[in-house]
């Protein structure tokens, strides 16, 4: 069965500290995302990929940066968290070469920063 | 100006009847694509149904339909014959262009209830 595998369901940070985010994919898809769900706001792009060691901004990338040194796997960074990036925060994938373009997603990862 | 309107936080049906969820859309491109996702309440989202600009009919998926009126500028979810494991999160998004596979902007979600 094909995976999008976010590492950690639920985190809680303090204010000012550095977090990882992994996303790992196991379908050898070359497109990655990153989106934070808020309610009311429904799903924001903050980067992707569409390459290793290539990322893209999205529509939110303040605060975040990424990183994707192999295929499978994309990282989302929070050099210094805040309270406002308390959030949920969906992974997904895609394949390069595709007619449709739907996104496969993880679970999420709900982070809390106090 | 907003991408996906999906105008109906919250929705109702009685377990067996019809639903219709609502989505516009505000596009230039004429090439884009449109999807259904489902969100239950464990938090993965699944993909339900596509359609693609340039096709000719209504895309249709077991029990989802999607009502595609272009010059309208409007996708809508049709789901027959509710069932209770339809209690989910739904969204409308939209893929513009045809090499940017995968990029795609989302709508604020409906909230759909079904009843027994």
């Known amino acids: 069965d094909v995976k999008v595998t976010q590492s950690s369901r639920y985190l809680v940070k303090r204010t000012g500290e550095k977090v990882f985010l992994e996303c790992v994919q196991d379908m050898d898809h070359e497109n990655m995302f990153w989106y934070r769900q808020d309610p009311g706001l429904g799903l924001r792009l903050i980067y992707f990929?569409?390459?290793?060691?290539?990322?893209e901004k999205g529509d939110i990338p303040e605060g975040y940066s990424v990183s994707r040194e192999k295929k499978e796997r994309f990282s989302l960074i929070l050099e210094s968290a805040s309270t406002n990036q308390t959030s949920m925060y969906l992974c997904?994938?895609?394949?390069?070469?595709?007619?449709?373009?739907?996104?496969?997603f993880g679970e999420g990862s709900r982070l809390t920063v106090l | 100006a907003q991408k996906i309107t999906q105008t109906q936080p919250g929705m109702f049906v009685q377990e067996k009847e019809a639903v219709t969820l609502d989505c516009t859309y505000d596009?230039?491109?004429?090439?884009?694509?449109l999807f259904w996702y489902k969100q239950p309440s464990s938090g993965e989202m699944i993909f339900l149904i596509y359609q693609g600009s340039y096709d000719q009919q209504n895309a249709t998926e077991g029990r989802y339909s999607l009502n595609f009126q272009k010059a309208r500028k409007s996708a809508n979810l049709v789901i027959s014959a509710s069932q209770l494991g339809d209690s989910a999160m739904y969204f409308c998004?939209?893929?513009?262009?045809?090499?940017?596979?995968?990029?795609?902007?989302f709508g604020d979600g409906t909230t759909l209830t079904v009843k027994p």
């Open positions: 997904a994938s895609s394949p390069g070469q595709t007619n449709t373009g739907e996104l496969f």
């Open positions: 990929s569409y390459d290793v060691k290539m990322k």
């Open positions: 998004a939209m893929r513009e262009g045809h090499t940017n596979a995968g990029k795609s902007t």
């Open positions: 596009t230039s491109d004429p090439s884009y694509g």
